[in-house]
């Protein structure tokens, strides 16, 4: 029982978690049909840039976005994101809010 204990404490005192880069993930899409085959993702970020982004394939052929945010500065941005298919037609456009960075804890508490 001591030795868990000793081997537990090591693996929580040297294992150090390691931040991961923050992805723009959408949820995985079927191809099947020839209308649903994606070309590409465009993202038009904070109403100024706009980013093309290829999908991801998994080995069942569907596709999804995963898009590196690591590129982007911490603070609050918004994402219009519009899938396009093979004739060159564009989903219907998708506004996404978020924040980027890591949470800081919150100031001004007292005990009382």
Do not use: C
Request: without cysteine; hydrophobic residues 45%; proline residues 9%.
């Amino acid at each position: 029982m001591k030795r868990l204990i000793l081997i537990l404490l090591v693996l929580v005192i040297y294992i150090e978690p390691s931040p991961a880069d923050p992805f723009l993930v959408s949820d995985w899409m079927d191809q099947d049909l020839p209308y649903q085959k994606l070309l590409h993702f465009e993202l038009t970020i904070n109403d100024a840039d706009i980013y093309q982004s290829i999908p991801e394939f998994n080995t069942e052929g569907k596709a999804r976005l995963h898009f590196d945010l690591k590129l982007f500065p911490d603070g609050e941005h918004h994402f219009d994101i519009v899938s396009v298919n093979l004739y060159n037609k564009k989903s219907v456009v998708v506004p996404f809010d978020l924040v980027i960075g890591i949470p800081q804890p919150p100031t001004g508490l007292q005990v009382e």
